[in-house]
T-cell receptor
Framework: QQQVKQSPQSLIVQKGGISIINCAYE??????FPWYQQFPGKGPALLIAIRPDVSEKKEGRFTISFNKSAKQFSLHIMDSQPGDSATYFCAASRIQGAQKLVFGQGTRLTINP | DTEVTQTPKHLVMGMTNKKSLKCEQHMGHRAMYWYKQKAKKPPELMFVYSYEKLSINESVPSRFSPECPNSSLLNLHLHALQPEDSALYLCASSQWLAYNEQFFGPGTRLTVL
């Protein structure tokens, strides 16, 4: 119940295309869903996060779509650029009770020029 | 200052050595975390400090010993490590113990020979 399943494991997209990474969770008590971006040799950086009271959140070229009934959320990267090539981790947690972040297994995204 | 800094960047140690990893943040955050990350895997939580007190120990072997000297500093003391402990060690902080909006440092790449 604590798992977050992330797909695909790796993704190759052409420059200018849309990158889509999906995550699914089981624990309906989760109420915070962040996405982290990690470049090789660096720590993860918080990219964007969503709470379940909204179905979509957009920040620049990055959008989280959230489907509470399906217990799924996804990251869309519009107009993907070679600089977006990185590993992306979704995560989930429950704010009350200070539950730990449960990470997905990660998606290695490559944007071809 | 919105950074979490970690030193050293790289560390190579033998199995009989004693070494320490250091983490520092000046964001006024009162929760600090140690994570371990193996290649192509998500970060794994090791320890959590809240208001300078150890709050969570995720069943980490005693050869890892955390210390929080003050609200800005977090250390991880290493002794008698095994080669399988080689990994990227990440420090993170958050405003309080809510496990969300965590800011990660760049990590220390540890190699145990």
């Amino acid at each position: 119940q604590q798992q977050v399943k992330q797909s695909p494991q790796s993704l190759i997209v052409q420059k200018g295309g849309i990158s889509i990474i999906n995550c699914a969770y089981e624990n309906t008590a989760f109420d915070y869903f962040p996405w982290y971006q990690q470049f090789p040799g660096k720590g993860p950086a918080l990219l964007i996060a969503i709470r379940p009271d909204v179905s979509e959140k957009k920040e620049g070229r990055f959008t989280i779509s959230f489907n509470k009934s399906a217990k799924q959320f996804s990251l869309h990267i519009m107009d993907s650029q070679p600089g977006d090539s990185a590993t992306y981790f979704c995560a989930a947690s429950r704010i009350q009770g200070a539950q730990k972040l449960v990470f997905g297994q990660g998606t290695r995204l490559t944007i071809n020029p | 200052d919105t950074e979490v800094t970690q030193t050293p960047k790289h560390l190579v140690m033998g199995m009989t050595n004693k070494k320490s990893l250091k983490c520092e943040q000046h964001m006024g955050h009162r929760a600090m975390y140690w994570y371990k990350q193996k290649a192509k895997k998500p970060p794994e939580l090791m320890f959590v400090y809240s208001y300078e007190k150890l709050s969570i120990n995720e069943s980490v072997p005693s050869r890892f010993s955390p210390e929080c000297p003050n609200s800005s500093l977090l250390n991880l003391h290493l002794h008698a490590l095994q080669p399988e402990d080689s990994a990227l060690y990440l420090c993170a902080s958050s405003q309080w113990l809510a496990y969300n909006e965590q800011f990660f440092g760049p990590g220390t790449r540890l190699t145990v020979l």
